[in-house]
């Protein structure tokens, strides 16, 4: 018996050895205990468009131990990702360079020729005298640097009229491939939106491209890798095109503002396995026809005809000979490469339930208001259509409530074909919404028939907050689909009604927050030039980027046109990226020199000015006088404008401008005070915003700050906690009262759950940030139709002071891009734990607090390669670090008193647990 199982053991043994050995032998290799990784070129991974002449490299350090960074770092550059791999064939190499960044490093090689590839690797030292291995490789493509690489040729339909709301035109060619294609890309661009098949399959997964910029000074063009669309022998293209930004509708209802015919350009480049080029450009041997999308406009919907569908046009089986010729066009336009993320699909949802409404309609609730497109799975008879309505709310009754769309449609038409089951959803458009209503259709309608998809800029989640009240985390909840739902391709101000355009005064608003919780870099460096494209030559910045309003009257509004200044620097306070202040900087000047020229004895008095917008204007207290008057915000803008150009002059090294506009500011602030500020500190406005404004910007002589302080404390008192800011005075507010010492005040802001404030729309069951503070009123009914956003992201603002002050995330201005970090947490508020996470460039950062019966922990994480100060509050006797005492652990150092009881000290990176007791004397600790 036992030799019977003696030899079935063997036996399974030897069958089971050479499967674990195989498996052995193909299981991945530990990685090094010290690496580098998280390679990206401009921002990106890979990239196959580069049009920077000497593109800007940048990596992460990966180890678990603490006190870890570079010491220096080595890139080399080839031609040859296999010989890169052997240090052979090499462009360019930076040899050893002693440095300590690993952001935004420059290629240093010979200049590059379009469409060349190049691979690159980067290895590492550290303070340990350690060195990474080589990373893996990486490479970047270079666009089409010259006009002249262009040699397709623009082509149209044969329309000579305007069209606009018209079917969308279809181009097709077919082409032969003579051999085996070793690599092939397009480059495509477009008059309107284009949607582009290969052989009946979609290039890629952007929508909306190009993306909309100044298109008469700044197109940009995409290059998608195609070789795998491609076959040897007979192949097929077909090109969508739709209105859009170009020449669709945009507010009030004007058109065909960048020209009034559609247009594509093509060029296919293929290389074949033997080495020969050949080019498939668009041209006249092009054809064109009209199929099933009758219409498409990003503010009425899309109307499509499935009976008018061509099936498999874009293949080589289709036969074309009915379509027509199409137009073509030389004209060379300002192409460049994209820059910033692509628009593309994200979080879909089922519906949340489907029900009547008293009015009789059938309606979806997707439990969210998002910014995408619904996609059905229907059926019916041949000719039958069905109509999607979208909206963000119900009204007091539970109807559908459209109004604050104003002209806008927002409606989705299909008319079936007839075949078992059709499944659609819309190209060229988008809705804003939470509820569909459904007209025409009586079929089921449940999760496996509808199914609703977020669209939005391809913006990696890059920060978290929770706390332990489920209202707040409702609130960053909020914040974050505003976000979303108002970056697509440009920060527009609401997604919905007739307008959707880049309002300049909300991205100022919000662009530090942005930072916070997405991947912003790309996005806003592709915006900010179109904002110096768009600058009029008088230096004047128009309300919207782009300006599709076309009127220099409707620009060179304060704490609007200031995003000129204020986005720059938010970014490279979040990236610590110099090059968008090289960039900004003639845009920055000028607009301060816009300013200084419209002055008068040295006040900014002139002009129309919006204010602080969308304050609160209700006489439901006793005091109910919010207005701020709008010149005193104007100079206290002029004021923070010329400091963030002074910022800017002193980290790119201009001197003589330092000096220039730091006597500029001394004048401004003088006029500030004589104009709008009373001997003992009182401002002639005395609202919650010109005291933050006046304490924010640093307008107020030290002596009469703290009084000005309690001035602010006083009004907010005197509103019962209530913010009455607007859409200048919301972002800094929380701010300054904590720089002042009144964080228990800002902490009453952020609770209060009646309006006006941030938890009074989250209290009323918003997902999305509202345009007004109470969109919603009370009674139930609503604002005024005609400006009543449910989606609009200006007083998300708040998120910014909730990462930096509840959790302590900062960056120190003076080495930025989170490159030395502040950790300094302020509880309060009656939370019991605060959490947020912050992926930086160098890596993840964390500031995580609890209190459990007096003890306060904190947990930190600090990302290789960077430093934190991090400053404990309200200390009441020793603190320990993982169990030890923080003055015997040799992690810990420069251990000091702050304020109070706050005490402060440095760490290198690592993962840190402190723990102490905290005093409780605080209001609402």
Known sequence: MCKKVCTRIILLLFLYLPVTVAQAQKAPPVPPPFRVDNLVCEYKTNPISVDQANPRLGWKLITRDRNVWQTAYEVRVGSNAVALLKGKELIWTSGKVASNESLHITYGGPMLASRQKVYWQVRVWNNRQQVTPWSMVNSWKMGLLKP?????????????SDTTGGPCPMFRKAFKLDHKVRAAHLYITAHGLYEAEFNGKRVGNDYFAPGWTSYNKRLQYQVYDVTANLLKGENAI???????????????????????????????????????????????????????IRSSSFFDGEVYDARKEKKGWSTIAYKDATWDSVRTDSVKENLVAMFGPPVRKHEMFKPLKVFTTPAGEKVIDFGQNLVGWVQFKFKAKAGDSVKLFHAEVLDQKGNFYTKNLRTAKQENTYIFKGDSVETFEPHFTFQGFRYVKVVGYNGPIDSTSVAAYALYSDMAQTGSFATSNPLINQLQHNIQWGQKGNFIDVPTDCPQRDERMGWTGDAQ?????????MDVAGFFTKWLKDLSADQHSNGAVPYVIPDVLGDISLSAASGWSDVATIAPWNIYLAYGDKKILQDQYASMTAWVGYITAHTRAGLWDTGNHFGDWLFYAGTDYADGAALTDKNLIAQAFYAYSTQLVINAANILGKQDDVKKYTALLADIKKAFLAEYVTPNGRMISGTQTSYVLALNFDLLPENLRESAAKRLVNNIEDYDEHITTGFLGTPYICHVLSRFGHTDIAYDLLMKESYPSWLYPVKNGATTIWERWDGIKPNGTFEDPEMNSFNHYAYGAIGDWMYRVVAGISTDESDP????????????????????????LYGKVKSAWS??????????????????????????????EGNIDITASKDITNIKPATGNDMQMDIGSGTYQFKYNLKTHKKNS
């Open 509 to 517: 608003a919000f662009s530090r927050t942005a930072t916070f919780n």
């Open 851 to 880: 209190i459990d019966n007096g003890v306060f922990t904190l947990d930190v994480i600090v990302p290789p390669n960077t430093s934190a100060v991090v400053t404990l509050p309200a200390v009441d006797g020793p603190v320990t």
């Open 148 to 160: 002249s690489d262009w040699t397709a040729r623009w082509i149209g339909d044969n329309y000579l």
């Open 817 to 840: 891009g989170f490159h030395r970090i502040h950790i300094f947490p302020h509880p309060g508020g009656k939370l019991t734990n605060a959490h947020a996470e912050l992926e930086t």
């Open 238 to 292: 077909g090109v969508t095109l739709g209105d859009g930004w170009y020449r669709g509708y945009t507010y009030n209802r004007k058109k065909n503002v960048y020209g009034s015919k559609l247009g594509l350009l093509f060029q296919l480049e293929v290389v074949y396995t033997n080495g020969k080029r050949v080019l498939i450009n668009s041209d006249k041997t092009w054809k064109v026809a009209y199929g099933p």
